[in-house]
């Protein structure tokens, strides 16, 4: 178990929030013979998934951060440790850390994976606002889930977070890649002339000239800097482990520290795409199995 190997302390409590509507019974046997602790919502079976999943949110909100003073990271069920996170160095002065996302419109947060001081949510009131899922619409459209978190973020300091990321290797051939970063940023490029293509524009070169989002430093190597990152994912996680092609995972790290991962984001969300099948699944898990008991990051 990935928890037990990289963050199992006695100042750590892990938790399940169980909320399946079909294998609930499976999943709490599983957690009683880990010794797990676990917390059951009930929602309405007859919901949409986004309506169930919103409800989900919010009771864990309701329920679990306004009765903590802790710091809580929040974690999608398929996100497995490869590396110890420091969450109390990673915190420092924040309040809250999480993958940012930007459209026309919105600056927001990806509810994936978030880390939060419930003391701070909890004392300022700010946990009123904490909607970690809801849709926004703006002038341009909706945006997608987690919009509404941009609602939260204007009523707090800049000072007050910080952030992840996470790096997406869609695929390679040879030495083209796809690749895709924090959900928002889509490149190809192949190693040959080590030029970044936006893949929905068809433009050469990072989003915003030395970068790619506002809240990165400004690089003018950043074709370098990004295309290295994936070819250092390839030759940790992909070169050494039996993936399936297409590899589509993630490597979730603080922002700007790759080579500190502490988390693999298996994507069984992706179930949707012509790719995904039962023996894609199968092969999949074995390799991420391969790579949570036998990963380590370099010395």
Not at 19 to 46: A, F, L, M, T, W
Not at 251 to 268: D, M, N, R, T, Y
Request: hydrophobic fraction near 35%.
């Amino acid at each position: 178990m990935s928890f037990k190997r990289h963050m199992d302390s006695e100042n750590i409590e892990f938790i399940i929030i169980n909320g399946s509507i079909d294998h609930r019974d499976e999943i709490n046997k599983i957690c009683q013979e880990e010794g797990i602790e676990v917390h059951q919502y009930y929602g309405n079976p007859n919901s949409t998934y986004l309506e169930y999943g919103s409800n989900q949110h919010r009771w864990f909100i309701d329920n679990i951060v306004r009765n903590s003073t802790d710091y809580i990271l929040l974690m999608h069920p398929d996100m497995f440790f490869i590396g110890k996170l420091d969450h109390k160095k990673i915190i420092e002065d924040k309040k809250i850390i999480f993958v940012p996302r930007y459209t026309v419109d919105f600056f927001y947060m990806w509810e994936g994976i978030i880390l939060l001081d419930a003391e701070f949510f909890n004392t300022s009131g700010k946990i009123d606002h904490l909607d970690i899922v809801g849709f926004k619409k703006g002038p341009h459209g909706w945006s997608d889930g987690g919009g509404a978190s941009s609602d939260l973020l204007e009523k707090m300091e800049a000072t007050d977070y910080g952030f992840f990321e996470f790096w997406n290797l869609h695929d390679f051939d040879g030495d083209s890649f796809t690749t895709n970063l924090n959900g928002h940023a889509s490149y190809k490029f192949d190693l040959s002339d080590r030029t970044l293509v936006s893949n929905s524009t068809g433009i050469k070169g990072p989003l915003l000239g030395n970068k790619t989002f506002p809240y990165e430093i400004e690089n003018s190597n950043y074709d370098n800097y990004y295309i290295d990152n994936f070819v250092w994912i390839r030759d940790n996680f992909i070169s050494e482990y039996p993936f399936p092609k297409p590899t589509h995972i993630d490597i979730i790290c603080s922002a700007g520290k790759l080579q500190e991962p502490f988390v693999i984001h298996f994507k069984s969300g992706s179930g949707y795409q012509d790719f995904f099948n039962v023996d894609y699944q199968k092969q999949k898990l074995i390799a991420l199995e391969q790579v949570i008991n036998n990963w380590s990051r370099p010395v």
